[in-house]
């Protein structure tokens, strides 16, 4: 649209100053200006109708196609009006073929088709010339001048291909077992959380992937011993069945060696979210909330599990149904059996590691000393004087 525009201008105001000789320019009859305005108003149409055709990416490709071919249309009804072959020079149709696969990618075979109508349109240029009864120059001349339009749309494919290949390299990427990324919800410390739609089923989920330093280091021998602790955690984690502790639904690692954990997603808001943005909350929504967490933890630790970074992130605030004000417990990705009845630990903590957030944690943890549920009800107690 700004180019159709610039176009315009140049033609009446700056080509009348520089008196350049007849073969040096395409000539601009007036019929030029009701064709580059009638492609500024395509323009805007495009550029308006472009955000809902994104819904649906075959129909923004069939979209820019079409509006690939209106502007070759334009350009070849301009340049072919008083037909003439400019020695040396290139129709600009050749320009919109080459970048048009590089701002609107689309599969191979639709690229060349767009290509090759557009690259067509110089020589309809040609025919309706000729319907006026203008007179044209020799075959063989315009076979040679516009040989290059169908070139270039044969090139145009190249950029197609790469630009496939590369968008389905990226979406393999984001395939996580039998759900599919989408955009980022949030970052922490061990890993990325991000919004995830499962391939067959409606329903919508969390992912979040872990950091590369909690996936087991770089060996092959270090990755299996990683990817056993993160079985055991997320085994524990999907045992646990109280409506306040977040659901587990799958878990995996990627071809790269990336461990991650696909779970339910919450709308709402974490506590230490809500108390920054609303202030302290009243003792008695305090106490509501904090019973929840105690009938998540009750059942880990019945189960011999330990949490070990109780804090404000990790208590979720959310509407469930009717409920609101309804507690979930996220991130048992710390989980560590109680010490005194079992010594296996799981991924996120290698022996002589101290897990947890220092405000919140419990001097057990510093220490060599064993740890059991006691230590969730310290940190739950800090949390609550933060709230």
Same mark, same amino acid.
């Given at each position: 649209m700004v180019l159709l525009t610039t176009v315009i201008i140049v033609n009446h105001l700056v080509l009348p100053w520089l008196h350049l000789a007849a073969g040096q320019v395409v000539p601009w009859p007036p019929v030029a200006d009701i064709l580059a305005a009638a492609c500024v108003l395509v323009s805007a149409l495009v550029y308006r109708y472009a955000p809902i055709a994104c819904k649906r990416p075959e129909t923004l490709v069939d979209l820019g196609i079409g509006y690939e071919v209106v502007l070759a249309f334009a350009i070849g009804v301009i340049n072919q009006w008083e037909p003439q072959v400019l020695a040396g020079r290139l129709s600009w149709i050749c320009a919109l073929v080459l970048l048009h696969p590089t701002i609107v990618p689309g599969p191979p075979h639709k690229i060349l088709i767009g290509s090759l109508l557009a690259a067509s349109m110089d020589p309809v240029g040609l025919a309706i010339?000729? %319907?006026?009864?203008?007179?044209?120059?020799?075959? /063989?001349? %315009?076979?040679? /001048?516009?040989?290059?339009?169908?070139?270039?749309?044969?090139? /145009?494919?190249?950029?197609?291909?790469?630009?496939s290949r590369l968008s389905r390299q990226v979406s393999r990427a984001r395939e996580m077992g039998s759900y599919r990324l989408g955009a980022l919800i949030g970052q922490g410390g061990r890993g990325d959380v991000w919004h995830a739609r499962h391939h067959l089923l409606a329903r919508p989920a969390a992912i979040k992937l872990m950091k590369a330093e909690q996936s087991g280091g770089g060996g092959v021998s270090d990755f299996k011993l990683g990817l056993r602790r993160f079985r055991r955690e997320a085994e524990a984690a999907a045992s646990l069945r109280s409506p306040h502790t977040i659901q587990l639904y799958d878990f995996g690692a990627t071809a790269d060696g990336q461990f991650y954990l696909v779970m339910e997603l919450l709308d709402g808001i974490d506590l230490e979210s809500l108390v920054r943005r609303f202030g302290p909350q009243p003792p008695r929504r305090v106490i509501h909330l904090l019973r929840q967490a105690c009938h998540s933890l009750a059942e880990a630790h019945a189960a011999g599990l330990v949490h070990r970074d109780i804090k404000p992130a990790n208590m979720h605030m959310c509407r469930l149904g009717l409920e609101y004000d309804f507690v979930k417990v996220l991130d048992f990705g710390l989980v560590k059996h109680d010490s005194r009845g079992a010594s296996a630990q799981t991924l996120l903590s290698g022996p002589g590691m101290t897990s947890g957030t220092p405000a919140f944690m419990a001097p057990e943890l510093t220490s060599s000393e064993p740890i059991d549920g006691r230590l969730d009800l310290y940190s739950l107690g800090s949390r609550a004087t933060s709230c």
């Amino acid at each position: 649209m700004v180019l159709l525009t610039t176009v315009i201008i140049v033609n009446h105001l700056v080509l009348p100053w520089l008196h350049l000789a007849a073969g040096q320019v395409v000539p601009w009859p007036p019929v030029a200006d009701i064709l580059a305005a009638a492609c500024v108003l395509v323009s805007a149409l495009v550029y308006r109708y472009a955000p809902i055709a994104c819904k649906r990416p075959e129909t923004l490709v069939d979209l820019g196609i079409g509006y690939e071919v209106v502007l070759a249309f334009a350009i070849g009804v301009i340049n072919q009006w008083e037909p003439q072959v400019l020695a040396g020079r290139l129709s600009w149709i050749c320009a919109l073929v080459l970048l048009h696969p590089t701002i609107v990618p689309g599969p191979p075979h639709k690229i060349l088709i767009g290509s090759l109508l557009a690259a067509s349109m110089d020589p309809v240029g040609l025919a309706i010339a000729r %319907l006026r009864g203008v007179e044209l120059p020799p075959m /063989a001349a %315009l076979i040679w /001048a516009y040989l290059p339009n169908y070139i270039c749309a044969g090139l /145009a494919v190249i950029p197609s291909h790469v630009l496939s290949r590369l968008s389905r390299q990226v979406s393999r990427a984001r395939e996580m077992g039998s759900y599919r990324l989408g955009a980022l919800i949030g970052q922490g410390g061990r890993g990325d959380v991000w919004h995830a739609r499962h391939h067959l089923l409606a329903r919508p989920a969390a992912i979040k992937l872990m950091k590369a330093e909690q996936s087991g280091g770089g060996g092959v021998s270090d990755f299996k011993l990683g990817l056993r602790r993160f079985r055991r955690e997320a085994e524990a984690a999907a045992s646990l069945r109280s409506p306040h502790t977040i659901q587990l639904y799958d878990f995996g690692a990627t071809a790269d060696g990336q461990f991650y954990l696909v779970m339910e997603l919450l709308d709402g808001i974490d506590l230490e979210s809500l108390v920054r943005r609303f202030g302290p909350q009243p003792p008695r929504r305090v106490i509501h909330l904090l019973r929840q967490a105690c009938h998540s933890l009750a059942e880990a630790h019945a189960a011999g599990l330990v949490h070990r970074d109780i804090k404000p992130a990790n208590m979720h605030m959310c509407r469930l149904g009717l409920e609101y004000d309804f507690v979930k417990v996220l991130d048992f990705g710390l989980v560590k059996h109680d010490s005194r009845g079992a010594s296996a630990q799981t991924l996120l903590s290698g022996p002589g590691m101290t897990s947890g957030t220092p405000a919140f944690m419990a001097p057990e943890l510093t220490s060599s000393e064993p740890i059991d549920g006691r230590l969730d009800l310290y940190s739950l107690g800090s949390r609550a004087t933060s709230c």
